[in-house]
Structure formats: structure tokens, C-alpha cells
């Protein structure tokens, strides 16, 4: 099965413009949400799907815009949480009128399945995409109307999803969970006459549009020749947004919610100052590069001095990517050998170091002993996120238990007892997490509105008691 934590967009122009070039700086500002495909979709058109990144295709982006010439476009960047690394999971998708991008994942699939004609099952080769799309497009068949089938999947779908739709009349839709799990934002862009749904408000920004709102939990948006028409196929939920896209996944560029994320992590990282105020440091270093703005956070709010320690090499292969959304340890690995410590700042000193999350702990580990070469005489590390300790069902990367670092086999530990183990694993001498109230008080919202499940181990939010699995079983390795 594939689930995914991805990108999304959807843009119709009504007065006629190729959106072609628009749809392919969108996916651009959005590669951060994905790393390995991205494909677009015109109406009746097979979709066009790429490995790698966007830019690794700009030699043929103008033979994209000339064949693939379209007022009316989705598209999708895919970094993947089940299911093999091929061009056959990537997206867009398309099932007999309708393509689809999807980001999110839906926590029932294989239950979902069986009510598509009783199709086999299995995580290797089956899409929770195709199969929820295959069970919508029948309902449509049935209703007459996107909504409308919509409110009946939502019934029998658990799980995170947003969905921009294309139908070969041209029409773009775009659909958001009634739980908000994942973003999804509206812009325009004036000048060719344009709305354009996105992820992130990223995408906007690198297209010139201005952002108008979020898309609503439980809202439908169709974009045609007849304007903008939005309902809302589901009501009066209770959100869950994804606390782990303000401290990691979001572009720091980004609103969500009302909240810039930059600011958001910047004030995360003056809470946790107040809940770690380590006084006897010589200077805070980021890990690069979303724990940049918090660690400047913590620098200004305690006083002590702010520095890039550790930069990356941007000219080596695998330097500019993200390494927790590469799909293999050996590629994480690979990207974190090129962090690379800056000497005459860190020899000698306590540093305090700030990053955004800890998952498996390949990443801190390996910069520990970086900081250690370097000289380092003390090393106090700080993490933005609470301690992971259990599997996403909502579309990030982490599917089973046994490889995250808190992970402790047939032992019953205490909170304390697990950091303490996770400290000596990586080699810190210091090791603080935040916590779920600190942190829900920095973005500036109420905790009960945030998603924690990873954290504590509830699943009421997705309606779910999952079967933990292995890594071989959830991703067909």
C-alpha cells in the first residue's frame, strides 16, 4: 500500500492560460513535502509522472508546457510512507474520468477495499489512493454529484486525506478531511485570472498568487468555467491538525491555520528556553534546516549566542535533501555524512544544540560524533517535537515501532527512563524534548485541536486501534 505525506495542487484559469509553467513552480516550492516523483494532469490526458525532483526534469519543462498545454491542471510531489519507490505509485492518478493527487492517508484501506468489488489486497501493490478513488467514483456514478459522494465516503473512510480532482470537463476540485489532519490552502493569482489550491501557501507565493484562506475541514471547492463553488460535504468535527507540520514539515514561508511558521518555530524555541534554560552553554546551533528559526528563538530568549555550527554541502548528491523523507536508511545516512561541522566554532565549547524532531535518531547520532571530531566539550541537545513512540496513521513517515528511536522491546520504561536511553543512544550528554502543551502554547493554538497521536498514543482522533507492523509488512521491503 502507499500512503503519503506529499503536495498537492490544483489550478484552473478562467481566462483560458496555460497553467502548465504555474502547476511546475508550485510543485517546486512544495519539494520539500516530497522527494521522490512528481506528475501532473491535464483532462483527457494520461498523467505525465517523473522519479526524483522537479528540477531534475528542467530540460524538458517547455516540451511539458507545449504537450501538456492545459487551462486546468493538478499535480502532485511524493515522498512515500508505504509502498515501494516507482513510477507506478506515483501520482496523479486516474481512474476512468477522474485524476486524482492525494496527500494524507486513509487508515482503512484494506476494510475500504472490500467494498470496491472485493479486490485483493495487498501493501505492495495496492494504493489507498485507487482504492478510495475507485469506491468515490462509483458513488458519483451513483449520486450524480461529487458532494454528495463525498459525504458517503467520509462515512466509510478513516483516516487523513486532501484530494485535488480533475474531471475531463476541465473541472479542478479539491476536497480536506472534516478532521484538518493535513494543510490545504486557496489562493488567486490575477494575472491570469487564477485560482489555485495548494498544500502550502509556499506554492502561492512562488506562482505570485496571494493566499485567500484555508480550505476548510469537511469542504469541497470545484474551480470551472462557472467561477468558484464551494460545500461542505462534512460538519462540526473535531480537528486534529498535524502538530508535526509546525516544527518540521511546513516551509517556514508558509501560513497554516493563521500561523506564519517561521514565527511559530521561532516562538517554539523561546518556550522551550523557558523550559530548558541551560545558562552555562557557550552558543546554540541549529541543525539544518528547519530548526533554524528555533534555535534563534532560544539564543535570543536566554541570552547566550546564536551561530551556524553545521552546514550542509549543497554540491554533493544527496546534500540538499531532506533525510527524513528519503524512503531508505542508507540514503539517510548519505545525507547526514554531508552536515558537516564548522571547527573554529565548535571546538571547545558547550553547545547547545537545537533540532526540530527525533525519529529514528540516524540524524543526531551522526551529528553528535560530527560535533565530538569537531572538538565539541559539551553537548546539550534540544528537540522541538515531544518524543516520538508510536506509528503515523495520518501520512508521515514513521509505520512501525521497532525502528524509532524511544523503542524499547518487552520493556515497560518510564517516560524519564526512555530519554535517558535515547540520550545514550546518540551520545549526548544532555538530551531535553519538548512537550505537547509547551509546544501547542508557541504555535498559539489549543492543544485539543492538534494532533499528538504519535506522541501519546491515541487514536481516537483517527478513530482507529491500529495493528503495529513491521517496516517489511507496511512498505513491501
Same mark, same amino acid.
Given at each position: 500500500m502507499v500512503k503519503e505525506n506529499c503536495g498537492v495542487v490544483g489550478i484552473f484559469s478562467y481566462d483560458g492560460s496555460s497553467v502548465i509553467p504555474m502547476v511546475i513552480d508550485a510543485l517546486r516550492a512544495l519539494q520539500h513535502r516530497g522527494q521522490e516523483a512528481w506528475g501532473i494532469a491535464i483532462p483527457n490526458k494520461q498523467p505525465l509522472k517523473k522519479l526524483g525532483l522537479v528540477s531534475a526534469s528542467s530540460s524538458d519543462f517547455?516540451?511539458?508546457?507545449?504537450?501538456?498545454?492545459?487551462p486546468s491542471v493538478i499535480g502532485h510531489v511524493r515522498y512515500s510512507t508505504i509502498g515501494k519507490s516507482n513510477l507506478e505509485n506515483a501520482q496523479p492518478l486516474k481512474i476512468k474520468d477522474l485524476c486524482v493527487a492525494h496527500n494524507g492517508t486513509i487508515a482503512n484501506v484494506q476494510e475500504l477495499s472490500h467494498l470496491?468489488?472485493?479486490c485483493t489486497f495487498t501493501p505492495q501493490k495496492t494504493s489507498d489512493t485507487l482504492v478510495a478513488v475507485q469506491k468515490l467514483v462509483s458513488l458519483i456514478a451513483e449520486t450524480g454529484n461529487m458532494?454528495?459522494?463525498?459525504?458517503?465516503?467520509k462515512n466509510e473512510m478513516i483516516g487523513s486525506y486532501c484530494f485535488t480532482f480533475l474531471s475531463d470537463d476541465n473541472s479542478v476540485y479539491a476536497a480536506r478531511d472534516p478532521k484538518g489532519f493535513r494543510p490545504l490552502v486557496l489562493g488567486y493569482a490575477k494575472d491570469n485570472n487564477s485560482h489555485i489550491i495548494a498544500s502550502e501557501s509556499s506554492a502561492l507565493s512562488a506562482v505570485g498568487a496571494k493566499l485567500e484562506r484555508d480550505v476548510k475541514p469537511g469542504e469541497l471547492i470545484k474551480l470551472s468555467k462557472n467561477g468558484l463553488e464551494t460545500e461542505m460535504f462534512s460538519e462540526n468535527s473535531k480537528k486534529a491538525h498535524c502538530s508535526f507540520e509546525y516544527t518540521y514539515f511546513a516551509h517556514p514561508t508558509s501560513v497554516i491555520e493563521g500561523s506564519?511558521?517561521?514565527?511559530?518555530?521561532?516562538?517554539i524555541g523561546k518556550f522551550m528556553a523557558k523550559k530548558f534554560p541551560i545558562k552555562d552553554a557557550d552558543l546554540v546551533i541549529p541543525v539544518p534546516d528547519s530548526a533554524r528559526p528555533a534555535a534563534l528563538g532560544y539564543a535570543q530568549e536566554i541570552g547566550i549566542p546564536f551561530d551556524e555550527g553545521l552546514l550542509k554541502d549543497r554540491y554533493s548528491r544527496k546534500g540538499p535533501? %531532506? =533525510?527524513f523523507i528519503e524512503p531508505h536508511q542508507s540514503d539517510r545516512i548519505e545525507i547526514n555524512r554531508w552536515i558537516i561541522p564548522i571547527r573554529e566554532i565548535i571546538e571547545g565549547n558547550h553547545v547547545i544544540v537545537v533540532d526540530d524532531s527525533l525519529v529514528r535518531g540516524t540524524s543526531s547520532r551522526a551529528i553528535i560524533k560530527a560535533l565530538r571530531r569537531a572538538g565539541a566539550k559539551k553537548i546539550s541537545m534540544l528537540i522541538?517535537?515531544?518524543?516520538?513512540?508510536?506509528?503515523?496513521?495520518a501520512g508521515i513517515d514513521f509505520p512501525s515501532m521497532n525502528e524509532l528511536a524511544t523503542f524499547v522491546d518487552g520493556s515497560k520504561l518510564s517516560e524519564e527512563e526512555i530519554i535517558e536511553k535515547v %540520550? =545514550?543512544?546518540?551520545g549526548a550528554d544532555f538530551l531535553g524534548y519538548n512537550d505537547a502543551e509547551n509546544l501547542a502554547a508557541a504555535i498559539g493554538m489549543p492543544k485539543d485541536i492538534l494532533c499528538f497521536t504519535c506522541s501519546t498514543g491515541n487514536y481516537d482522533s483517527l478513530g482507529i486501534k491500529p495493528e503495529f507492523r513491521t517496516r517489511e509488512e507496511m512498505k513491501g521491503e
Open positions: 517547455q516540451k511539458i508546457a507545449d504537450e501538456y498545454s492545459s470496491v468489488g472485493g458532494g454528495k459522494a463525498l459525504s458517503i465516503l506564519n511558521i517561521y514565527l511559530a518555530r521561532k516562538r535533501l %531532506r =533525510s522541538t517535537y515531544p518524543p516520538i513512540r508510536f506509528p503515523c496513521y %540520550r =545514550s543512544d546518540i
